[in-house]
């Protein structure tokens, strides 16, 4: 992989594991997606599509990375909105290689009780359909490209995807859905795509919370005392930032690195398995 991080890094002239690949990364106006796109320039892609809700993300985006990019304003619980981020991505760059599924929303902790039944119906309603409905059709709007090219999808899971604790029902049970998804369209698109995840912990992202819950300008790297919380729990002692996760990105989406892994999920979480500390001794 490219080593180098210098910030005067030139992405046009870049050369690494993805060069002349093309990607598109659902919510990759900020935290972990933004890196990613970053990172995949780096690493030599031709260009990367990149769909996001807002449009001070798509203003920042071009003005970041210029005609690198090219930026679709949507949502992506809508069918219309991931097949024009697909086309675009095409139509600029001629192919896609690699999906990047990002985009998400996080509960807060909201528990189970602490939730009225309407808040509980319209909570789940929405983040299900952003945390794994986006990803379904951002896969189904993909897919005959990603055959063509004989590419990759990448989803972005969590901790929250194998352990209690990393949110409420609603955000553990969606991030668990998508352990589901990526094993049935590694099985379904096996032999052409190869699908895949990366598992992120405690990340200094600003993911924001439902609309349901009152949360949309909320975000979780301005909780009181989180990035403490997480460095103090987890056995490697610090908490991530969104660019120490998109080496696992890179080595999935390398067809010279990965080409014999598929249904496979990378835990970039500091140890979350293992919490805990070893009494030195």
């Known amino acids: 992989m490219n080593t180098n991080t210098g910030t005067n890094t030139d992405t046009n002239t870049a050369r690494g594991w993805l060069t002349d690949d093309v990607a598109l990364v659902t919510g990759g106006g900020s935290g972990i997606g933004r890196a990613v796109v970053k990172r995949f320039l780096a ?18 985006l071009q003005q970041e990375f210029g005609d690198r990019v090219v930026v679709v304003c949507g949502d ?33 902790f ?5 939730l009225s039944l309407e808040q509980l119906s319209e909570s789940f309603d929405e983040i299900f359909a952003i945390n794994v409905k986006g990803y379904v059709l951002a896969a189904r709007a993909a897919a ?13 899971l969590s901790n929250a995807a194998f352990y209690p604790g990393g949110g409420g029902p609603l955000y553990v049970a969606s991030k668990h859905a998508g352990v589901g998804l990526v094993k049935q369209l590694a099985y379904e698109l096996a032999p052409d795509v190869r699908v895949n995840a990366v598992a992120p912990g405690g990340t200094a ?3 924001r919370g439902p609309a349901s819950l009152g949360k949309q300008e909320q975000r979780l790297s301005e909780l009181p005392g989180f990035e403490a919380s997480v460095a103090n729990s987890m056995p490697l002692r ?3 930032q969104p660019e120490d996760h998109t080496g696992h990105y890179v080595l999935l989406a390398s067809r010279a690195n990965s080409r014999a892994t598929t249904a496979s999920i990378v835990h970039s979480d500091g140890g979350w398995e293992i919490r805990g500390f070893a009494r030195n001794t």
């Open 76 to 108: 992506v619980r809508s069918p219309q909105d991931n097949a024009a981020a697909v086309d675009a991505t095409v139509e600029r760059f001629g192919k896609l290689d690699t999906l990047v599924g990002n985009a998400g929303v996080w509960d807060f």
């Open 43 to 60: 690493e030599g892609a031709r260009g990367v599509g990149v769909l996001v809700r807002s449009a001070e993300h798509v203003a920042s």
């Open 110 to 114: 909201a528990r189970l009780e602490k």
């Open 205 to 207: 992202t600003p993911l």
């Open 144 to 156: 005959p490209h990603l055959r063509a090219s004989h590419g990759s999808m990448i989803f972005t």
């Open 238 to 240: 610090f908490m991530a």
